[in-house]
């Protein structure tokens, strides 16, 4: 089995900074595309950064320049750096990726359990 295990959130004031990070394990032989969604109470989840198996990166327009994803290969794990943060980013952040497991014939796409974050003076 695959797990995702999301850290790094929780209450930040306004303009201030959270990194996020969301680890992956089990019997994966390769990782593509890992990616940060959010859900804000009463809204659906959005996309807000994704990174794919060369690096490239995409981000919502909410976060551009402000939000920062990377990742670690060697780890399994992606980060999300938040700079600038507001109160609109308050929402329970989700890391997903898609996996390749040993022995599979096709990407799945695993997700993490979520992590909160409230921006709030």
């Known amino acids: 089995q695959v797990q995702l295990v999301e850290s790094g959130g929780g209450l930040v004031q306004p303009g201030g900074s959270l990194r996020l990070s969301c680890a992956a394990s089990?019997?994966?032989?390769?990782?593509?595309?890992m990616a940060w969604y959010r859900q804000a109470s009463g809204k659906e989840r959005e996309l807000v950064a994704g990174i794919d198996g060369i690096d490239s990166t995409n981000y919502a327009d909410a976060v551009k320049g402000r939000f920062t994803i990377s990742r670690d290969n060697a780890k399994k794990t992606v980060y999300l750096q938040m700079n600038s943060l507001k109160p609109e980013d308050t929402a329970v952040y989700y890391c997903?990726?898609?996996?390749?497991?040993?022995?599979?014939?096709?990407?799945?796409?695993?997700w993490g359990q979520g992590t909160q974050v409230t921006v709030s003076s």
């Open positions: 997903n990726a898609d996996v390749w497991y040993y022995g599979g014939y096709s990407y799945y796409t695993r």
């Open positions: 089990g019997n994966i032989l390769k990782i593509n595309t």
